[in-house]
């Protein structure tokens, strides 16, 4: 790989210093960090089953590290960029949780938007390589 491959090591220090508080897998975040593919990061002997990966890239304002994560109850999920400046968005995110209706015609209508909304969110997963 090239150094234009990859993300500078001051720069992947940052996102394992915002990111280690909140995680055991950042221990597995490679080094040197390759740019432009999805990686999944293993919590070390098992202490997660936490699934998380990660993508980093640069773009006209810096460097980034898109992470997608889903938690160890199956049922939440947070997708969210980290850039080089120390500041974190949250991004569009898979709806797990079903919400439940008494009425059956709102219960197909959230159904129906759940879906819809799921399916352009899994898009934009796996055009990131972050879908699992």
């Known amino acids: 790989m ?3 491959e990859l993300v500078p090591a ?3 220090d940052i996102f394992v210093t915002i990111l280690k508080p909140g995680t055991t897998h950042i221990a597995a975040l490679p080094d040197p960090l390759p740019m432009g593919i999805g990686i999944g990061l293993i919590a070390p002997e098992g ?3 936490e699934r ?3 993508r980093a890239e640069h773009d006209e304002t810096g460097y980034f590290l898109d992470i ?3 938690g160890n109850d199956g049922e939440t999920s947070s997708h969210y960029r980290v850039r080089e400046d120390g500041s974190v968005t ?3 995110n898979l709806i797990l949780v079903h919400r439940h209706f008494d009425d059956p015609e ?3 209508q959230e159904r129906e938007r759940r879906g819809a909304h799921n399916k352009r969110v899994v898009e934009i997963l ?3 390589g972050l879908y699992m």
């Open 90 to 92: 949250p991004l569009e």
């Open 10 to 12: 001051r720069v992947r």
């Open 68 to 70: 997608y994560k889903e």
């Open 126 to 128: 796996r055009a990131k």
């Open 52 to 54: 998380i990966v990660v």
């Open 106 to 108: 709102q219960a197909r």
């Open 2 to 4: 090239t150094s234009e």
């Open 47 to 49: 202490s997660s089953r």
